[in-house]
């Protein structure tokens, strides 16, 4: 079992866009968003890509379960997991689902409702055996999910709307913002509040500096601008994080040697990786 004062961020999706498996994507992992945070005995996970279908399998001999899943906005990359979540379909389980982006204008159940169904998938979301909630929130509040928690939110700049996270628990603090575009010749202040001293940021990095004024408008950053957030708000890890779907192992060597040149420390996330603050 847990302690009560572990606190730790495992990595099972690190892409953006699509999944990308293959050769080329052996060492940092081709699965779409998808992240294990773990606050003393309790389970969180952030976004649901491709990734958390082996979250899910890795999950299977832990029943009965008590999960809060977090999206931070339901484009395709960080949902398809969901449906071939194996912990969804086990009786025993509880797994709350919580989104800050949708209302009003929609709700996480309609959303998802809406990609599980037919002709574009079999099985509507009534398949899931486990006791299944949907709560919807204000992209600013703060949420008080379990005793000892408390998970700040922030809105971030992507098209549909999308959410940044800050976990505290113990003292310390896990930040997790994607999707988002910075906003060019400033800082989104928003981010930068919610990251303020934060032990990881784990941020949306696209992009490469040289790469973003072909995509100015998509809804994403570079390692770079995340690096003068962490810089501003006295971030402790900088994680580099969505990589895009082109950028294979070479690619992403050369931005790992460059960003740790420029903040020593600073990490390219891949599947797999564990991170305490």
Same mark, same amino acid.
């Given at each position: 079992?847990?302690?009560?004062?572990?606190?730790?961020?495992?990595?099972?999706?690190?892409?953006? /866009?699509?999944? +990308?498996?293959?050769?080329?994507?052996?060492?940092?992992?081709?699965? *779409?968003? +998808?992240?294990?945070?773990?606050?003393?005995?309790?389970?969180?996970?952030?976004?649901?890509?491709?990734?958390?279908?082996?979250?899910?399998? /890795?999950?299977?001999?832990?029943?009965?379960?008590?999960? #809060?899943?977090?999206?931070?906005?339901?484009?395709?990359?960080?949902?398809?997991?969901?449906? =071939?979540?194996?912990?969804? =379909?086990?009786?025993?389980?509880?797994?709350?689902?919580?989104?800050?982006?949708?209302?009003? &204008?929609?709700?996480?159940?309609?959303?998802?409702?809406?990609?599980?169904?037919?002709?574009?998938?079999?099985?509507?979301?009534?398949?899931?055996?486990?006791?299944? /909630?949907?709560?919807? =929130?204000?992209?600013?509040?703060?949420?008080?999910?379990?005793?000892?928690?408390?998970?700040?939110?922030?809105?971030?700049? $992507?098209?549909?709307?999308?959410?940044?996270?800050?976990?505290?628990?113990?003292?310390?603090?896990?930040?997790?913002?994607? #999707?988002?575009?910075?906003?060019?010749?400033?800082?989104?202040?928003?981010?930068? %509040?919610?990251?303020?001293?934060?032990?990881?940021?784990?941020?949306?990095? *696209?992009?490469? #500096?040289? %790469?973003?004024?072909?995509?100015?408008?998509?809804? $994403?950053?570079?390692? &770079? %601008?995340?690096?003068?957030?962490?810089?501003?708000?006295?971030?402790?890890?900088?994680?580099?994080?969505?990589?895009?779907?082109?950028?294979?192992? %070479?690619?992403? #060597?050369?931005?790992?040697?460059?960003?740790?040149?420029?903040?020593?420390?600073?990490?390219?996330?891949?599947?797999?990786?564990?991170?305490?603050?």
């Amino acid at each position: 079992m847990p302690a009560a004062d572990d606190f730790l961020v495992r990595f099972w999706g690190v892409r953006g /866009s699509i999944a +990308c498996p293959g050769p080329g994507t052996v060492r940092y992992g081709g699965n *779409t968003s +998808c992240l294990e945070v773990r606050c003393g005995e309790h389970l969180f996970i952030f976004d649901a890509g491709t990734g958390l279908r082996a979250l899910g399998q /890795s999950l299977i001999g832990q029943a009965p379960l008590d999960i #809060d899943l977090y999206f931070t906005h339901t484009h395709f990359d960080h949902v398809n997991g969901l449906p =071939f979540f194996v912990p969804a =379909f086990m009786k025993p389980n509880r797994i709350r689902l919580h989104a800050g982006h949708l209302i009003p &204008q929609y709700t996480l159940k309609y959303v998802l409702s809406e990609m599980m169904m037919a002709p574009l998938f079999p099985a509507p979301v009534e398949v899931f055996q486990a006791k299944i /909630s949907y709560h919807d =929130f204000t992209a600013g509040e703060t949420l008080k999910p379990k005793p000892g928690v408390t998970i700040r939110t922030a809105p971030l700049h $992507h098209p549909n709307n999308a959410t940044g996270y800050r976990v505290e628990h113990g003292g310390k603090a896990i930040c997790y913002i994607t #999707d988002t575009e910075h906003k060019p010749g400033g800082m989104d202040k928003n981010i930068v %509040e919610l990251v303020r001293g934060a032990d990881i940021m784990v941020y949306d990095a *696209t992009y490469t #500096d040289q %790469e973003y004024p072909r995509f100015k408008g998509w809804g $994403h950053s570079t390692w &770079q %601008e995340g690096m003068k957030i962490a810089e501003a708000a006295g971030v402790k890890t900088y994680v580099i994080f969505h990589h895009d779907p082109s950028h294979n192992d %070479e690619f992403m #060597d050369k931005v790992a040697e460059e960003a740790t040149a420029a903040r020593p420390g600073t990490i390219v996330a891949r599947e797999g990786m564990t991170l305490t603050p």
